[in-house]
């Protein structure tokens, strides 16, 4: 289904696993698509290019002031303004999983820095961009491991429930600039980062299936038509909210 007022978005780590399914099925709509990440994010923009779909792509660390600035100028260059900012960038794969009290100071305040700074740095960069836009929507990506409290993984839970927690702040200050801001909360999802980790043999049954009403795997494309909800138009009086897509594990 096409997207019935096109907008530009950025999609923070779009390149790969989820983002780049974010990415896929929002220019299949129609939308414009900035791709932003650390490796890859030309190659993926050139894939949309290359089946007809508007898509550029940008190298940024978004723990960097300068290199969200510089994505967000990307996107106004490329398409002529930015209406739309996908904070899906994060770690998660690449994590050990081990108890609270083997978790180092360094590898806390990485996660910390990636997954709550970079989606700050990010919102603040687009800030004027959104302001102008008219119809500006923010969309965090966190998890459902706020609300289910997982063991082993403390830095994750922790940064994922700030993500929340900035969503609804965000969401009150931005309401008089017409920007829209609202998270998803995905399940254990077998992204490719996921697999090439093995994380899903890892991780237990629970998480993957048993504990979810809809009793299977989830992919990512279980999660772009809820991205494509909130960023379009018909969501304008949607914000503030965490929705959770991972077949009925939790509710809110």
């Given amino acids: 289904m096409k997207a019935e007022d096109p907008k530009t978005l950025i999609i923070t780590g779009g390149a790969s696993g989820i983002g780049f399914a974010f990415s896929e099925h929002l220019a299949l709509m129609g939308h414009r698509v900035l791709i932003a990440d650390l490796h890859g994010a030309n190659e993926a923009a050139e894939r949309l290019r290359k089946a007809g779909l508007q898509a550029a792509g940008v190298t940024a660390d978004v723990v960097k002031e300068d290199d969200a600035a510089a994505m967000v100028a990307a996107g106004e260059r490329a398409f002529g303004g930015v209406d739309g900012l996908v904070n899906n960038a994060g770690l998660f794969t690449t994590l050990a999983l081990k108890p609270f009290d083997q978790i180092t100071n360094a590898e806390w305040m990485r996660v910390m820095e990636v997954n709550t700074l970079g989606p700050f740095n990010c919102a603040k960069a687009a800030l004027p961009?959104?302001?102008r836009s008219g119809r500006g929507r923010i969309v965090n990506i966190a998890s459902t491991?706020?609300?289910?409290g997982p063991p082993n993984m403390a830095h994750y839970v922790a940064s994922k429930g700030a993500v929340i927690a900035f969503t609804r702040s965000l969401a009150r200050e931005l309401a008089r600039d017409r920007i829209t801001v609202n998270a998803i909360a995905p399940g254990f999802t077998l992204s490719d980062g996921v697999l090439?980790?093995?994380?899903?043999?890892?991780?237990?049954?629970n998480a993957r299936t048993t504990g979810r009403c809809i009793q299977r795997d989830q992919v990512p494309a279980d999660l772009v038509a809820t991205l494509a909800h909130l960023v379009s138009d018909g969501a304008?009086?949607?914000t503030g909210q965490t929705l959770a897509v991972d077949g009925g594990g939790v509710f809110l």
Avoid at 196 to 205: H, K, S, T, V, W
């Fill in 236 to 238: 304008s009086f949607v």
């Fill in 196 to 205: 090439q980790a093995q994380l899903q043999d890892r991780i237990g049954d």
């Fill in 145 to 148: 491991v706020p609300i289910k």
């Fill in 129 to 131: 961009a959104l302001r």
